[in-house]
């Protein structure tokens, strides 16, 4: 089912829970995983995907950057790695936490179309009923 002809819609019911499959794990607070309540970011492949991808790039341009200015500081080199590992993990956190927000907004968005979408199908199919009688 396509949205806007670009983006995939996500069910809201996933499909082993919908076929009455084995259930998901408890989750904290009591639901359980994949009870079609829960939309995360771990669980849209595309998103997931793009959140792994910042964390990496972020770490690795943070560990460069910090690397070559060490570097031209003249830092003895166990101070060049050090300062470039300790730069590559902060940066590595950063790109996580900017990158799940953004992933956040985007399933939301996700989410809400797909709910736009079901409910003007059901809009077209009542108002089709209620015009034959």
């Known amino acids: 089912m396509s949205v806007d002809g670009h983006t995939r819609a996500m ?7 919908a076929k009455g499959g084995k259930k998901g794990k408890k989750a904290k607070g009591g639901r359980r995983a994949g009870d079609g309540q829960t939309v995360s970011v771990a669980g849209h492949p595309r998103v997931a995907a793009r959140v792994r991808a910042a964390k990496g790039w972020g770490a690795l341009i943070a560990f460069g950057l910090v690397a070559m200015a060490s570097a031209k500081a003249g830092a003895p080199a166990f101070d060049i790695l050090l300062r470039a590992l300790i730069a ?6 950063i790109c996580w936490v900017a ?5 956040q907004a985007v399933v939301r968005a996700e989410v809400e179309a797909h709910v736009k979408a079901i409910e003007a199908e059901h809009a077209d199919d009542g108002e089709d009923g209620e015009s034959g009688t």
Do not use: E, M, Y
């Not at 069910?11 to 829970?17: E, G, K, Q, R, T």
């Not at 990158?99 to 992933?103: F, I, L, M, R, S």
């Open 11 to 17: 069910p809201l019911v996933p499909p082993a829970a």
């Open 99 to 103: 990158a799940v927000q953004v992933g």
């Open 88 to 93: 590559g993990f902060a940066g590595w956190v």
